[in-house]
């Protein structure tokens, strides 16, 4: 069951004070270069803001669409590279992603929230997804379920995404109050998506034999015409992105949830459904 954890500040801080922390984290976060730096920042020092419930496509293979990863045994894993149990153990090419998706109740001053099942799935660098895709419906790779430690964290470690015809590039995750709701099949909580940034997403499409066809697919699109991100631009869902072909890419990203303070539950209904 999830538990949202305090946020550990002094209550008797004065306003000079907290100006003086408020800009000593700002140097800090320049020193970092911004990627993972927001993490560091406790709740008191952020505003998060509820993640957009979004669609889960027509891939999410989480049983509501055809086939159902989260009830084979291997699903719990970090590196979602590979494909696991009967699908075998092919890898997914592509440059070389780590994700950090860190959880904040929005209901409590913005604590991390421990304990939330997080499955996690996009698609692979040509467009296509596991379960469904010509030539991969016998793989399972890009698919995977972490859960959230004290910081309310999870990382990943996968591939950079390639770009389809008609969509920004994009990972999609769901959000389960515990590990036992996402292996048995319950709703999930809440579903959303993150949006890569467009710089290093023309970097990594540059290579022309991994991502075949993204860099053109990419070309006419823009967060604003795409048929998710488009009501916002995605502000509360544009990861952080940094690094170089060569040794791959880390991505954070902030991911606000409602959760009742009395039960842990996740609250379901918002302003933002859509």
Known sequence: MAKILPILRSPHATLAETLDVLERRR??????????ALALLPGALRACTLIPQETGGPYPGDGT?????????????????????SSGTNVAPGTLLELTLQFLSTTTDCGPIEGLAIYLWHCNATGGYSLYSQGVTGENYLRGVQVTDAQGRVTFTTIYPGCYSGRWPHIHFEVFA?????????????????????APSRVVYGQAALYPNSTSNLDPLSLQSDNVFGDDGGVHQLATVAGDNASGYTAFLEVGIAVDATSSDIIFTDGLDG
């Not at 140097?27 to 993972?36: F, H, P, S, T």
């Not at 515990?178 to 709703?187: M, P, V």
């Open 65 to 85: 669409n055809g086939p159902n990863v989260l009830t084979q045994s291997g699903i719990l894993r970090s590196d979602i590279r590979s494909s696991f149990g």
């Open 178 to 198: 515990s590990l036992a709701d996402a292996t048995s099949g319950n709703n999930a909580g809440r579903t959303s998506q993150l949006a890569m940034p467009e």
């Open 27 to 36: 140097r800090v976060l320049g020193l970092l270069g911004g990627v993972g």
